[in-house]
C-alpha cells in the first residue's frame, strides 16, 4: 500500500478548530449543495470527510453534490481505542447515510495541527490519542481506500472558498473559533504554507491582551484570547455559566454584563485579525468554529478593533456559511 506516499504528497501540495463539548453523540441526515448549479459534471462515489477537534469529531458522507449523512462523536483520547473508535463511527454514520453502503472511495481528515510530512499529528496537547502516530495509513489500510489528512482550518478554509462565504474571492482568511483558534490563508483557492510545506500554526501568534500562558509556550497567545473555550473563561468570570446560550441569551436580553463579554471577546480576536491582516491583507475574512454562531453578539468587538488598522485594508467580516460542518466538508473536498 502507498498510503503513506499519498499523504506525504497531500502535505506537500497543500484547521476549531471547530468543536462544542459534546457530551453525547448527535447523527442525522442533512443536505447541502457543493456546487454550481449549472456544473453536471458526472460524480458517483462517496467521499467521508471527518473534522477532529480537540473535544468534538465530526464526520460527514458526502455524496457528489450533497451532505447525505452527518455525526458528532467525542474525539478519542486514549490511543488504543482510536482507530476502533474512528472506525465504528464511520461505519456508523456509512449505514445511515442513504444508498452510500459499500460506496465509499476515500475518507479526508482535518484536524488540529500541526500535521506533518506523511501526515502524522504533531498535537499531543490537543489530540493526544492521535498525535505522533501514522494512524492516516493505517486508516485507509483498514477500510481500503485513500486516506488523506491536513490541517483542520485548512480543510474548513477549503469548503469556504469552494462552497461558503468565501466562494470565488481571491484572498480569503480564515479563522475558526473552537477549542482552539486554527487560521488559514487562501490565495486563489490555494492554502498558503510554510517554507517546509506544512500549515502555519497562527493561532499561536503573540497577541497585546490579557491571556492565560499558552501549551505553545507564549504567555500572550491569540488562541488563549480568541477561542470559544477562552469566551467561557470570560463568562464565568463575569458570573455567567459556560454555557454561551446563556450568555446569548442575557445579552440579547439587555444584560449589560453579558453585553460587556461579548464586546470583550470580539475585541480581542480583531485584535489578532489585525496582526494577521497586516501580514497577509485578505480581503474577506470568515470566522467559523463553534464559537462563530455568536457573532452577532461581538461583531462590533472585532470590527471596532479592526477600524483601528492602519498598515492594511480593513477586510469585510463574514460568518460561515456551513454551520459546524465546514471542517469535515473541506477534508472531504481534499482531492479537488
Ligand atoms: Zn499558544
Known sequence: MNFARRARHRVDRCPADST??????????????LRQQGDDSPVSDVTVGIDIGGTATRIVVVRGTQIVASTIVSTPTV???????LLSSIRAVMASAPGAEGEMSRVGIGASGPILAGGVIDNPE?????????????LGELLGVDCRIDNDAVTAALAEVTVGAGRLDTGVLVMTLGTGVGV??????????????????????????P???????????????ASRTALQRLATHAGFPADLEVLAHAASEGDPGAQRVFLEYGTRIGEGLGELCTQHRPTIVV????????????????????????????????????????????AALLWQ
Open 20 to 33: 462544542r463539548p459534546c457530551p453525547r453523540e448527535r447523527g442525522g441526515t442533512r443536505r447541502l449543495r
Open 287 to 330: 470566522l467559523g468554529g463553534s464559537a462563530a454562531t455568536y457573532l452577532p453578539h461581538f461583531r462590533s468587538g472585532v470590527e471596532g478593533a479592526l477600524a483601528a488598522l492602519t498598515s492594511a485594508p480593513v477586510p469585510a467580516l463574514r460568518q460561515t456559511a456551513l454551520g459546524d460542518l465546514g471542517g469535515a466538508l473541506g
Open 126 to 138: 490537543s489530540l493526544p490519542a492521535l498525535s505522533g502516530w501514522n494512524f492516516v495509513d493505517r
Open 184 to 209: 488559514a490563508l487562501m490565495r486563489s483557492g490555494i492554502p498558503f504554507r510554510g517554507a517546509d510545506g506544512v500549515h502555519p500554526e497562527a493561532g499561536h501568534i503573540t497577541v497585546d491582551a
Open 211 to 225: 491571556s492565560s500562558p499558552c501549551y505553545c509556550g507564549r504567555r500572550h497567545c491569540l488562541e488563549q484570547t
Open 79 to 85: 490511543r488504543n481505542d482510536a482507530l476502533p473508535t
